[in-house]
């Protein structure tokens, strides 16, 4: 297994700019959901599906969409980049069939930079 | 979920126990505690969790008060790798299963 994989793993844009990063998973996890994480502090929650067809919002949802049309893939959109969205984005998932705990597996992360 | 308060950094010699405190006084009867690391802005990696009997997996112990407002992580020998931020976090069921706080975690400093 692949585990939890995210693209690009860098990506520098100019104000105005939409760009989607993508997020897969390959373990049939039911829960798939996106961080991001500034500089010194902890992972704040963005938006997050509970299943394919289903999101909802998170802490910090302005300025970003998701859709989740499979259950092995959901992406984040930026719809039109701005300085404050600089920050490392971590996408996570998780299942709760069968599983003991909500043990989240995250991605490796993407470091987006706007200018 | 309830809020949760770590010391910002703590040191551990290697070889050592590393004991991370957390607080979580307004933590509710469903609600389970969970602790994830992050070493060196990797993704975070979960840990161990526990409601409110003690737990002990490969990695570390989680020690819970008979009352859960607070609880300690162990590391039993610590090692370099240890290295990291560790987040104690407070999550409730259901509706919240999928979804993680994060605070400001503790950095854990492990030397030689």
């Known amino acids: 297994n692949a585990g939890v994989t995210q693209t690009p793993k860098f990506q520098v844009l100019k104000t105005g700019q939409s760009m989607t990063l993508q997020c897969a998973q390959d373990?049939?996890?039911?829960?798939m959901s996106w961080y991001r994480q500034d500089p010194g502090m902890g992972l704040r929650l963005i938006h997050y599906s509970v299943g394919a067809g289903i999101t909802d919002q998170g802490e910090v949802p302005n300025g970003y969409n998701v859709s989740r049309s499979t259950t092995e893939d959901f992406p984040l959109r930026l719809l039109s980049a701005a300085p404050s969205q600089t920050s490392v984005y971590f996408c996570?998932?998780?299942?709760?069939?069968?599983?003991?705990?909500?043990?989240?597996?995250f991605g490796p992360g993407t470091r987006l930079t706007v200018l | 979920d309830a809020k949760t308060t770590q010391p910002p950094s703590m040191d551990c010699a290697e070889g050592r126990a590393a004991n991370l405190p957390c607080n979580h006084s307004?933590?509710?009867?469903?609600?389970?505690v969970y602790w994830y690391r992050q070493i060196h802005s990797q993704g975070p990696q979960y840990i161990i969790h526990g409601l409110k009997n003690n737990e002990t997996n490969e990695m570390a112990s989680l020690i819970i008060t008979e009352d859960r407002k607070s609880s300690t992580l162990i590391l039993p020998h610590a090692t370099l790798r240890d290295t990291a931020v560790y987040y104690c976090?407070?999550?409730?069921?259901?509706?919240?299963?999928?979804?993680?706080?994060f605070g400001q975690g503790t950095i854990l400093t492990v030397h030689p």
């Open positions: 307004t933590i509710s009867g469903n609600e389970y």
């Open positions: 976090i407070v999550r409730g069921g259901g509706t919240s299963y999928g979804k993680l706080t």
């Open positions: 996570a998932s998780s299942s709760k069939r069968g599983a003991k705990s909500d043990e989240q597996f």
């Open positions: 373990m049939n996890h039911e829960y």
